[in-house]
């Protein structure tokens, strides 16, 4: 299994968005509406932010949201704030109690 | 509240097995999820490893297959994963974690070293 394609790095100023993609394939998240999405600061464990393409976890601000079309999925951050500034992964359920991951992306707050 | 921790020996040496246990609170570890085991090496990405279901049945990543082995016992409400003949590239954090359709609880991860 390969891991999801996402871009290495993204950034934008306060206040602006920032969009994320995530990439796979049609056993992954073409093949299924459970497209998930973690936040890592350094040295800490992932945290869920949204989970089944588009939904957020109580806690998790609505400046978060996921969307999906064909095989890439996304994640965009609204308003952005300083505290967002950390590792993004994607990730896919792939059938039969099996995950794949993404390349991971580092957000920068300008 | 559902918590996870890791635990087990952070200095493994090349060609030797390593074992990490993950204890579950705040859940039965027989409840109807997957629990299973993820790893992130330093400066690198996230890699699932595998999981397990309390029945037994299990799912191992191709690329690990051939060397991991995850056990689950339920009397303790822990699972375990045993990772044979390690080199230098399985240096890495491990994250115990529970899963369905979406990996919704992680352990707060251990580093574990191969070195001699």
């Known amino acids: 299994q390969s891991a999801l394609t996402q871009p290495p790095s993204a950034s934008g100023s306060p206040g602006q968005s920032v969009t994320i993609s995530c990439t796979g394939t049609?056993?992954?998240?073409?093949?299924?509406?459970?497209v998930s999405w973690y936040q890592q600061h350094p040295g800490k464990a992932p945290k869920l932010m949204i989970f089944?393409?588009?939904e957020r976890p109580s806690g998790v601000p609505d400046r978060f949201s996921g969307s999906k079309s064909g095989n890439t999925a996304s994640l965009t951050v609204s308003g952005l704030q300083a505290e967002d500034e950390a590792d993004y992964y994607c990730?896919?359920?792939?059938?039969?109690?099996?995950?794949?991951f993404g390349t991971g992306t580092k957000v920068t707050v300008l | 509240q559902v918590q996870l921790q890791e635990s087990g020996p952070g200095l493994v040496e090349p060609s030797e097995t390593l074992s990490l246990t993950c204890t579950v609170s705040?859940?039965?570890?027989?409840?109807?999820?997957?629990w299973g085991w993820i790893r992130q090496p330093p400066g690198k990405g996230l890699e699932w490893i595998g999981s397990?279901?309390?029945?037994?049945?299990?799912y191992y990543n191709p690329s690990l297959k051939s060397r991991v082995t995850i056990s689950v016992d339920t009397s303790k409400n822990q699972f375990s994963l045993k990772l044979r003949s390690v080199t230098a590239a399985d240096t890495a954090v491990y994250y115990c974690?529970?899963?369905?359709?979406?990996?919704?609880?992680w352990g707060q991860g251990t580093l574990v070293t191969v070195s001699s």
């Open positions: 990730s896919s359920y792939a059938g039969t109690n099996n995950f794949v």
């Open positions: 049609s056993s992954d998240v073409g093949g299924y509406n459970y």
């Open positions: 974690a529970r899963a369905f359709v979406v990996v919704d609880h």
């Open positions: 397990i279901y309390y029945s037994g049945s299990t």
């Open positions: 705040g859940d039965s570890i027989s409840s109807n999820y997957y």
């Open positions: 089944e393409v588009t």
